[in-house]
């Protein structure tokens, strides 16, 4: 008798538990926690076979155009899911592995369907394309675009072209150059070589692959270029030893793959394992590549004095109003350099300054380690773009990007490092474990700072869907 009560019990206490357990989320609208989509109720749609398709087929062109614009993995994912739920698509499953989107729609009762694409791009950023695709998905989750004038909108966002001449962004980077090599302690001519060194690297960056050769020759001859323009310019009396150091700092931090080290702190920290796997043999290589290149180079040039001299250059910081103003220039340059809107640029500068203010903060006033005034720099500059992405209607990682760029690069810790391998001075190794940590970092606090400032850029948008039928849709 009290075995039967006993049982009877516990088979009401365990059936309660099972009706009251929520039920699983179908349209991974529990993903978008801590985004600006988060609270985003999933539409209810009973999309026929040909609906299923066309719109698994926009979200995967959605997706490989967030690639090639240089999206983060995590905005990405959030972006598809909170389309995806809007356009009625579930319940789904999305995972993203390296630069491949998988989707998966299975609804009760019907077989499902299962597509996939992968975005055959190279790292970079294209800051009008990102911004051209903020809006996009913006106006997709606030109903002001319906699936048809949404394929439309990405149809001309797929073709659209450089805001920017081609010279334009070339005097980008150069400018970009100048404002580094000020900031490793560069003189005027050190500036002036910089970007000469700049303009012969980066068209050799741009034929060499035209050509069929793999980015990991490219970055070879680039650095190879960089360092033996640096050891000759010393060698023949053209420069002095602190104008060479800082010309080849400049551009030899430009050649890192910083993009990548960013990107895979981000993944890893936000659970995309295999993506942060994936860029990170990319990274590897880069760093092998450049390695190599500086050894060549100190091997073909060993009776030479120059590479001694370039190694007990001495990097003095530049004063504070100085250095804000490099930064100014260089994030602006940036911003120009990797295809901002011309409404960006002010902003990108705003970034540099905010950024290097606070680095400069760090180190000078608080005492901290580089890579944690760093680390400080990149969460106060996330958490100020999320906040501002919003009213401005630009992406966070538009705003951040040029900020990162322009003022939080280690270029002095980088050269440093590798004159010291070149040289075979101990503690090379060290000097680059410092560099990537310090790199790293700006990646850990990007994240930090988008998650902050996600929460502010929610509250500013509202409630997600309202007045779905009647919001125009703005002018562009």
Do not use: C
């Amino acid at each position: 008798m009290v075995k039967g009560r006993v049982r009877h019990g516990l088979r009401r206490l365990l059936g309660r538990a099972e009706e009251a357990a929520p039920a699983e989320d179908p349209s991974l609208v529990g993903l978008l926690t801590g985004s600006r989509f988060e609270g985003l109720p999933p539409q209810r749609e009973s999309l026929d076979p040909r609906q299923t398709r066309a719109t698994m087929e926009f979200l995967l062109d959605l997706g490989e155009q967030m690639f090639i614009a240089g999206s983060e993995t995590r905005s990405i994912e959030t972006g598809l899911i909170a389309v995806a739920a809007t356009f009625g698509l579930g319940p789904i499953e999305l995972v993203i592995a390296g630069r491949t989107v998988h989707l998966q729609y299975a609804p009760p009762g019907r077989t499902p369907v299962v597509m996939l694409k992968v975005a055959r791009t190279e790292e970079g950023r294209d800051l009008r394309r990102m911004h051209a695709i903020y809006r996009l998905v913006d106006d997709i989750t606030k109903g002001r675009l319906d699936r048809r004038d949404a394929s439309r909108e990405l149809d001309r966002i797929r073709r659209l072209a450089p805001v920017w001449p081609w010279w334009a962004m070339l005097a980008g980077s150069t400018v970009l150059a100048a404002s580094i090599s000020l900031q490793a302690h560069g003189t005027l001519p050190g500036t002036l070589a910089a970007m000469a060194v700049l303009v012969i690297s980066n068209r050799l960056g741009w034929a060499l692959p035209r050509g069929g050769i793999p980015s990991y020759y490219v970055t070879f001859v680039q650095a190879a270029v960089v360092v033996g323009l640096g050891v000759l310019a010393l060698e023949g009396g053209l420069v002095q030893g602190q104008t060479a150091a800082s010309t080849t700092a400049a551009n030899l931090v430009l050649l890192l793959p910083t993009l990548s080290i960013v990107s895979l702190a981000q993944d890893a920290i936000t659970g995309f394992e295999l993506t942060a796997a994936s860029r990170l043999i990319r990274v590897v290589l880069a760093f092998v590549s450049l390695s190599a290149a500086v050894g060549a180079v100190g091997v073909l040039a060993s009776d030479s004095h120059a590479i001694g001299n370039t190694q007990q250059a001495q990097f003095v910081g530049l004063p504070v109003l100085l250095a804000l103003l490099a930064a100014a220039v260089g994030s602006a340059a940036n911003g120009i350099a990797m295809g901002g809107v011309a409404r960006l640029i002010p902003f990108a500068s705003l970034m540099g300054v905010l950024a290097m203010g606070v680095r400069l903060t760090g180190a000078g006033i608080l005492h901290l380690p580089p890579p944690m005034a760093v680390l400080l720099a990149a969460i106060v500059l996330g958490t100020v773009a999320g906040q501002l992405s919003p009213w401005l209607r630009i992406p966070a990682a538009a705003l951040v990007t040029p900020g990162v760029t322009g003022a939080l690069l280690p270029a002095s810790s980088v050269y440093r490092s590798l004159s010291d391998y070149t040289a075979g001075a101990p503690g090379a190794g060290r000097g680059l474990l410092s560099a990537l940590v310090t790199t790293a970092a700006i990646g850990a606090g990007v994240v930090l700072g988008n998650i902050l400032g996600a929460k502010t850029e929610a509250k500013v948008d509202g409630q997600h869907g309202h007045d779905r039928k009647h919001t125009p849709v703005p002018h562009r």
